[in-house]
C-alpha cells in the first residue's frame, strides 16, 4: 500500500497513475478480505501476535489478530476493494483524480492499521493518521465553497476525539505505564478510573462513529469527499470507530458496569432517530447518506449497549445476541451504504447533479443503477428477505429480554428504546422512499438528468457485487452469523448459538431469541413462488393486454416537471410531526397578491441544536485558547529560556513532591 | 407421527391461503352493505367486491406512458407480501407450515414492504397525485408501525413468544388473565389497524376526492389487473387485521395442532363469526364518525403509539422473567 501511496504522490511522471493506484488497491484490498474471510470460515479462533521492532525504545510495535479484528478487516477490506474497483473508473470523470490518489492508499493502510494495534501507541498513531489522510481527502475538492468549512469541523472534532482517546489509554494504563492492550488487560481496574475511561471512550471513538451529539462533522465531512472516499468514511471508518468502542468496553477495562451499556444504548437510540430525521430533511443525495449513516450508527450503538448491559448482568448469551446483531448491522451497513455512495457517484457522473430536486426518472436511463439501488434502499430500511432485517429482529428479540433485568431504570428504558428503534425503522423507510422517489422515479427535473446515460461496466460491478451480497446474507444469514461466533465469545464469553437453538443454514432460531426462529430462505422461496403463481395465473387466465397512454392529472396535464412532489413537499407531513420542535423548523409562505405578478415563493429553514448547543461553544474555546497560546510563537530567546528554566523547575518539584 | 403432522400443517397452510383470498372480498363488501343499511341505503349487493375484481382483472391495463417496470412488478409484490403476511396469522387451527418461517415481527416487516413498494410506485409516474399519497402513507406509517410493532412486544413479554401460533395456543390455555397491559395494547392495535387500512377517520376508502386521498391517490395510475391485485391485497389487509386481533385477544374456537375434523370445523364456523361480527363493528364505527384533518393524525397515531409503549412499560417492569 506504501508503494501504490509512492505510485500516487509519482502521478506527473506515470501516465497511468490513477489505473496503477485503484487497480493495485483494489488487488490488495480483494486479497485481504478473501484472506481474513477464509480465515473467519474456517472457523479460526485462534490469536495471532507480532511484535515489530519499531516504536518506543521501551514498547515495540504490538499487532495482534483475533476474531473481532478478523470480522472488521473483513468489513474494511471488502469496502475498500469495491471502492477502489469504483473509483477507477469514478476516477477517470473527476477533474483532479490525482489529488485523491497519493492518500487512498494511505487512508485505508491505516484503517486496518487500527484493527490490527495492540498497544495503545500503535493504535493512537494509525488512528491519528487515518483522521489525517481522510481530512487530506475531504480537502481534495477544496475548490467547493462547503469543503473549507468542512475540512476545520472535521479536524477540530478529530482532535478532540483523538484527545479523549488519548486520556481514556491513560486512564486504563494507570501508573503503571504499560500502555500494550495485553497488560491493560492483565492488570484490574478500579472502578472509578474504569469508569472515566469507558466514557472518555465514548466521548472519543463515538465522536469518530457521529454519535449525536457528536455528529455535527459527519455529514459536512463524508459529503464532502469523491464518493468512492464517502462510501469508505461512511460505510467503514465510523466502523473503525465501532471497533475502538467494542476493544475498549468489551476487552480491556474487564467486567463492564450496567449503566455505561444503558448510556450507549440510551445516545444509540436518540442518535438512530434524530439521524434518520435530519436524513429526511435533507435535500442532497450524499448528506442525505450521511445522515442516514449517523442513524446506522445510532442502531450498531444500541446493540452494542444491549450486549454490554447483558455482559455486566451476567447473562451471556443475551449479550451475545445484541452483540451478534451489532456485528451482523455493522458488515451490512458497509454492504448497503458502499451501493447507496457508489450509486450517488454514479449519478454525480451521468447528470452533474447532487440535489434531489434536481434529479428524477433516473430509473429509465439507468436502469441497472435503478435495480441495485432498490435493493440497497430496501436493505438498508430494514424489508424482509433481506440483510437488513435479519440486524433488525435479532435487535428487537434482544430488546424483548429487557425483564429479564434487576434494576427498574433498565427495565423501563429498554421498552422505550425498543419503541425509538421501531420509529427509527420506520422513519428509515420513509426516508429511502422518498430518496429514491425523488432520484429514481418520476420525471426528470433538470437538463442533467434528462440527458443521463447508464454509467460503465466497472462501476455497475462495484455497484452490483454489494448488492447481490444484501441479498444472500439476508436469504442465508447464519453463514455469516457463525463467522461472528468467535468474536461472541471472545468479548462477551458465549457464543449465539452455543446455548442451543437451531443455526443450521435454513433456520435461525438462538435459545436466547425468546423461542423463535427466523428464516430468510424460507420467507425468499415463499414470496418467489406466490409471486410467479399469481403472475402466471393472471396472465394465463385473466389478461395481459397493455395500453400506453398519458398519465391522468384531473383534465390538466403539468406540462412541467416541477409540478411534481418535490422532496421538500414529501418530506412536509413527516416535518410538521416530528421536526417541528427538535430542528426548529420554519416553513414562510410568500403569496402576491391577486394581480401582482411576481413569483410566490416559499423558503424552508432548519437548524441542527447540536451546533448551538455543543459545537459552537467548542470552537469558540478552542479558538481562543489557541489565540493566547499563538502569543508564544513570537517572544525573545531570554523569554523562551526563561520558560524553559521555569517548566524544569515546575517538573521537578512535581516529582519531589510525589516521591 | 411427524411427517404426518407436517404434512397436515402443510395442507392446512394452503387451506388458510385459499380461504383468506376467498373470504377476503366478502368482507369488505359485508362491511359496505351495513354501512349503506346503517344510512338508511340499501347499498351494494354483498358479492359487488368479488365482481368488481373479476372485472378488473379481464380488463387492460392502461399505463402512463412513463411508467416503468418498478410500477408494473409493484401490484405482484404488494399482493404477495400481503397474501404472505396474512398466511401467518392462525385462523381456524395453529397448525400452521410457515409459523416457523417469519413471526410477529416479520410480519409487520412484510407490511412494511408492501407499503415500501406502493409508496414507490405512487411516485413513479411522476403525478402530484401519487406523491401526496405515498407522503401521506409513509407519515401514517411512520408512527403506526412503532406502535404495532409496542403492542406485540406487550403480548410477546406475557407469553415469552413473538411466535403467532405459540401465542395463540398459550392464550387459549388460559394462562393470561385480565391485564391492564392487553386493554391498552388492544386499544392501540385497533387504531393501528384503523389506520393501516385507511378506514374513517383516517381516510376515508369511499372518496375520490383528491385533496382527502391517501391510499386512493397513491393508487390513482392504477387500472386493469394491476388495479385488480391491490384492491384485493388492500381487502386482504383488513382480514389480516381482524384475524390478527381476533386470534391475539379472542382465540376461543381455533384448534390446537392435534385436533380431529370437528374442532377444525368449529375452528372455521368461529372464525367466520368473528370475522361477521368485526365487519358490524366496524361499520357501526365508521357511521358514527367524521373523518379528521390530516395534521391531526400525528395526534391520533402518536397517542396509539404512547398508549401501546406504556402497556408495555408496565409489563416490562412487573414481568421478571
Given at each position: 500500500m506504501l508503494l501504490l501511496a509512492f505510485a500516487g504522490m509519482a502521478r506527473q511522471w506515470l501516465p497511468r497513475a490513477h489505473e496503477v493506484v485503484h487497480g493495485g488497491m483494489a488487488i490488495v484490498c480483494g486479497g485481504a478480505a478473501l484472506a481474513v474471510l477464509v480465515r473467519l470460515a474456517m472457523g479460526e479462533t485462534g490469536i495471532d501476535t507480532l511484535a515489530l521492532p519499531v516504536g518506543l525504545p521501551w514498547l515495540h510495535a504490538n499487532l495482534r489478530l483475533d476474531a473481532l479484528s478478523a470480522v472488521f478487516l473483513l468489513a474494511v477490506n471488502l469496502a475498500a476493494c469495491l471502492a477502489a474497483v469504483f473509483g477507477w473508473s469514478y476516477a477517470r470523470h473527476d477533474d483532479e483524480p490525482g489529488r485523491v490518489l497519493p492518500v487512498f492508499p494511505l487512508f485505508i493502510a491505516a484503517m486496518n492499521l487500527v484493527l490490527v494495534a495492540d498497544d495503545a501507541f500503535v493504535f493512537l498513531a494509525a488512528w491519528e493518521f487515518m483522521s489525517l489522510t481522510s481530512w487530506l481527502l475531504v480537502l481534495s475538492t477544496h475548490r467547493e465553497d462547503e469543503t473549507p468549512r468542512a475540512a476545520h469541523v472535521y479536524f477540530v472534532m478529530a482532535s478532540f476525539g483523538t484527545a479523549c482517546l488519548l486520556l481514556c489509554f491513560g486512564m486504563l494504563a494507570g501508573t503503571t505505564g504499560d500502555y500494550s492492550f495485553a497488560g491493560i488487560r492483565a492488570q484490574p481496574q478500579d472502578v472509578v478510573s474504569a469508569s472515566i475511561a469507558a466514557l472518555l471512550v465514548l466521548l472519543g471513538a463515538g465522536s469518530k462513529a457521529g454519535l449525536v451529539p457528536l455528529h455535527v462533522w459527519l455529514p459536512l465531512a463524508h459529503p464532502a469527499a469523491p464518493s468512492h472516499v464517502s462510501a469508505l468514511m461512511s460505510g467503514v471508518m465510523t466502523k473503525v470507530a465501532i471497533y475502538g468502542l467494542i476493544r475498549v468496553l468489551f476487552d480491556l477495562v474487564g467486567q463492564p458496569l450496567w449503566w455505561w451499556g444503558s448510556i450507549l444504548a440510551v445516545i444509540g437510540a436518540v442518535t438512530a432517530v434524530v439521524g434518520v430525521l435530519y436524513a429526511l430533511m435533507q435535500d442532497d443525495v450524499k448528506k442525505l447518506l450521511a445522515y442516514s449513516t449517523v442513524e446506522n450508527i445510532g442502531v450498531i450503538a444500541i446493540g452494542l449497549g444491549l450486549a454490554l448491559v447483558f455482559k455486566a448482568s451476567g447473562v451471556p448469551a443475551l449479550a451475545a445476541l445484541g452483540m451478534t446483531a451489532a456485528m451482523l448491522h455493522v458488515l451490512n451497513h458497509s454492504l448497503f451504504k458502499s451501493i447507496l455512495f457508489f450509486t450517488s457517484g454514479a449519478i454525480l457522473t451521468a447528470t452533474g447533479e447532487r440535489k434531489l430536486d434536481r434529479l428524477g426518472g433516473l430509473i429509465h436511463k439507468m436502469p441497472k443503477t435503478a435495480l441495485f439501488c432498490l435493493i440497497g434502499s430496501a436493505a438498508i430500511s430494514a424489508l424482509?428477505?433481506?440483510?437488513?432485517f435479519v440486524a433488525e429482529w435479532m435487535l428487537f428479540q434482544a430488546v424483548l429480554n429487557g425483564p429479564l433485568l434487576e434494576q427498574w431504570e433498565l427495565k423501563i428504558g429498554f421498552a422505550v428504546i425498543g419503541a425509538l428503534l421501531a420509529l427509527s425503522a420506520a422513519l428509515a423507510a420513509a426516508c429511502f422512499v422518498r430518496f429514491y422517489g425523488i432520484v429514481f422515479l418520476g420525471?426528470?427535473?433538470?437538463p442533467g438528468a434528462e440527458k443521463a446515460r447508464e454509467v460503465d461496466p466497472v462501476m455497475l460491478t462495484a455497484i452490483g457485487v454489494p448488492a447481490f451480497l444484501c441479498i444472500v446474507v439476508g436469504v442465508l444469514p447464519t453463514l455469516v452469523i457463525q463467522m461472528i461466533e468467535p468474536v461472541n465469545r471472545l468479548v462477551v464469553?458465549?457464543?449465539?448459538l452455543d446455548a442451543g437453538g437451531h443455526g443450521g443454514w435454513v433456520w435461525l432460531a438462538p435459545a436466547s431469541a425468546f423461542g423463535n426462529s427466523y428464516s430468510g430462505l424460507m420467507m425468499f422461496l415463499t414470496i418467489m413462488i406466490l409471486t410467479i403463481l399469481a403472475v402466471f395465473m393472471i396472465h394465463r387466465y385473466a389478461s395481459n393486454r397493455v395500453r400506453r397512454s398519458i398519465a391522468w392529472g384531473c383534465g390538466f396535464t403539468d406540462p412541467a416537471p416541477l409540478g411534481q412532489y418535490s422532496a421538500d413537499s414529501f418530506s412536509q407531513p413527516l416535518r410538521r410531526v416530528f421536526a417541528g420542535h427538535l430542528f426548529r423548523t420554519r416553513e414562510r409562505v410568500d403569496m402576491p397578491a391577486p394581480g401582482e405578478t411576481r413569483p410566490a415563493r416559499f423558503t424552508l429553514e432548519s437548524r441542527d441544536p447540536a451546533w448551538d448547543w455543543l459545537f459552537t461553544p467548542i470552537t469558540r474555546v478552542v479558538g481562543w485558547i489557541s489565540e493566547r497560546v499563538d502569543a508564544l510563537q513570537f517572544l525573545t530567546i531570554r523569554s523562551y529560556l526563561s520558560l524553559m528554566f521555569f517548566a524544569l523547575v515546575a517538573l521537578l518539584v512535581m516529582v519531589a513532591v510525589s516521591q | 407421527m411427524m411427517v404426518v403432522q407436517a404434512l397436515l400443517a402443510g395442507v392446512f397452510q394452503v387451506v388458510q391461503m385459499a380461504l383468506l383470498l376467498l373470504l377476503a372480498p366478502g368482507l369488505t363488501g359485508l362491511v359496505r352493505v351495513i354501512k349503506a343499511r346503517l344510512l338508511g341505503r340499501r347499498g351494494p349487493p354483498l358479492v359487488q367486491p368479488y365482481l368488481d375484481l373479476l372485472r378488473l382483472l379481464k380488463k387492460e391495463v392502461v399505463l402512463a406512458e412513463n411508467a416503468s417496470w418498478l410500477f408494473r412488478t409493484t401490484p405482484y409484490l404488494v399482493f404477495t407480501a400481503i397474501w404472505l403476511a396474512a398466511a401467518l396469522v392462525p385462523t381456524f387451527s395453529t397448525a400452521l407450515a410457515l409459523t416457523a418461517t417469519a413471526d410477529l415481527i416479520a410480519l409487520v416487516a412484510l407490511l412494511a414492504s408492501a407499503r415500501f413498494f406502493l409508496a414507490l410506485a405512487g411516485m413513479d409516474v411522476g403525478t402530484s397525485f401519487g406523491g401526496l399519497g405515498s407522503s401521506r402513507e409513509m407519515m401514517i406509517a411512520t408512527l403506526a408501525e412503532p406502535a404495532m410493532l409496542m403492542v406485540i412486544f406487550s403480548v410477546a413479554i406475557l407469553v415469552?413468544?413473538?411466535s403467532l401460533s405459540l401465542i395463540v395456543d398459550f392464550m387459549l390455555s388460559g394462562g393470561v388473565g385480565l391485564r391492564v397491559s392487553l386493554a391498552l395494547a388492544l386499544i392501540s392495535l385497533l387504531m393501528v389497524a384503523i389506520a393501516e387500512n385507511g378506514r374513517v377517520p383516517i381516510d376515508n376508502p369511499a372518496t375520490h376526492l383528491e385533496l382527502t386521498m391517501v391510499h386512493e391517490a397513491m393508487v390513482l395510475e392504477y387500472s386493469g389487473r394491476h388495479l385488480a391485485l391491490i384492491e384485493a391485497a388492500g381487502m386482504m389487509k383488513l382480514v389480516l387485521y381482524m384475524a390478527l386481533i381476533a386470534c391475539i385477544f379472542l382465540p376461543w374456537g381455533i384448534a390446537a395442532p392435534n385436533d380431529g375434523p370437528v374442532e377444525l370445523l368449529i375452528g372455521l364456523v368461529t372464525f367466520v363469526l368473528k370475522l361477521v361480527a368485526g365487519a358490524v363493528l366496524l361499520a357501526m364505527f365508521e357511521t358514527g364518525i367524521a373523518k379528521m384533518r390530516v395534521f391531526r393524525y400525528g395526534e391520533f397515531l402518536g397517542g396509539a403509539l404512547l398508549l401501546s409503549l406504556l402497556g408495555a412499560i408496565f409489563l416490562y417492569v412487573s414481568t421478571g422473567l
Open positions: 424482509p428477505p433481506l440483510n437488513g420525471r426528470p427535473r433538470s464469553g458465549e457464543g449465539l | 415469552r413468544t413473538t
